[in-house]
């Protein structure tokens, strides 16, 4: 904490603005899509990518790290059937035609 002046942290002004940063994001609802193609398919961005369907337990992962993001912060998160308007897309990627660019 060395750094931190105490008088920040309990300001009016402070306290204020983290209220309102907070009752802004309660109307804030992010959604996510968890792939489930085996193949190949091409992502907005022009990269061509090779997936596999994610197993049950994988998925079981992510919704629970979106479920317990979604207990802790103002921000609600929802499971889109989609990648049409979903705000994450999550895939379990095997190759994708820009790695071998990282090599
Ligand atoms: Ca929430
Ligand atoms: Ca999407």
């Known amino acids: 904490m060395a750094g931190v002046n105490p008088k920040f942290l309990i300001s009016k002004d402070f306290?204020?603005?983290t209220k309102a940063a907070l009752?802004?994001?309660?109307?804030?609802?992010?959604?996510y899509y968890i792939d489930d193609s085996d193949g190949t398919q091409s992502l907005a961005d022009?990269?061509?990518?090779?997936?596999?369907?994610?197993?049950?337990e994988e998925v079981r992962f992510i919704?629970?790290?979106?479920?317990?993001?979604?207990?802790?912060?103002?921000i609600d998160f929802e499971r889109s059937p989609t990648?049409?308007?979903?705000?994450?897309?999550?895939y379990?990627?095997?190759?994708?035609?820009?790695?071998?660019?990282?090599?």
């Open 15 to 17: 306290s204020r603005h």
């Open 92 to 103: 379990s990627v095997i190759d994708s035609s820009d790695w071998e660019k990282m090599i």
């Open 46 to 56: 022009g990269r061509t990518i090779t997936t596999l369907p994610h197993t049950t």
């Open 23 to 31: 009752d802004l994001d309660d109307d804030v609802v992010l959604t």
């Open 63 to 74: 919704e629970g790290i979106f479920d317990g993001l979604d207990t802790l912060l103002a």
């Open 83 to 90: 990648t049409k308007g979903s705000d994450i897309d999550i």
